[in-house]
């Protein structure tokens, strides 16, 4: 496919100027929105990991209120903001589960203290006791090395395919340059949307 018409060769060329000189701490850092078991929109911060085969990855535990979520309806939008640019991204796909394969590539990639909070966290799940959960935490990161810890059966992840891209360019006169990919089922339609 023609780059030039390939929204997700965009997005790619975005996301690198961004890893590279962006000021902001995570910039893979975007706004994950699902269809929430109560019908309402939920939405939460996560890590963008790659952009592999035109689809992008993010991780997660997939017992997650997020993952019960993408399970019931795998409908869900992702939004980028990067400041610095005054850029933003929003995408619209379908989520499917990772294979276990790189479900392990990921785990493995992540630091020890967030691969053993994996371990013993139950993501979003209610707790009796924090601090005793944190002691079991800092106990087990003393007496551990990176692989004693092994990928828990419910971490996981997902591959979005887009269907929609919003590009915008931020401008101080509110003239903002927004433009539309949409995907037909074939190819990809390219529209210029008024600010």
Sequence with gaps: MNNLLNPVSIFQQWFKEETSRSKERIPSTCCLSTIGLNGFPNARFVSLKEIRKDQLIITGPTHSLKG?????????????????????????????????????????????????????????????????????????????????????????????????????????????YRELFTWNGSAWDCSILQP
């Design 68 to 176: 019960q979520e993408i399970k019931r309806n795998p409908k869900v939008a992702i939004s980028f903001w990067w400041d610095g640019s005054g850029r933003q991204v929003r995408i619209q796909g379908t989520a499917n589960e990772l294979s276990a394969d790189l479900a392990n590539k990921y785990f493995n990639e992540r630091s020890v203290d967030s691969r053993l909070v994996s371990v013993l966290s139950k993501q979003g799940k209610p707790v009796e006791d924090f601090e005793e959960l944190e002691a079991k935490y800092k106990h087990q990161l003393e007496s551990i090395t990176s692989k004693d810890i092994s990928r828990p059966d419910d971490w996981g992840g997902w591959t979005i395919t887009p269907i929609r891209i919003e590009f915008l360019t931020f401008r101080d006169n509110r003239m903002h």
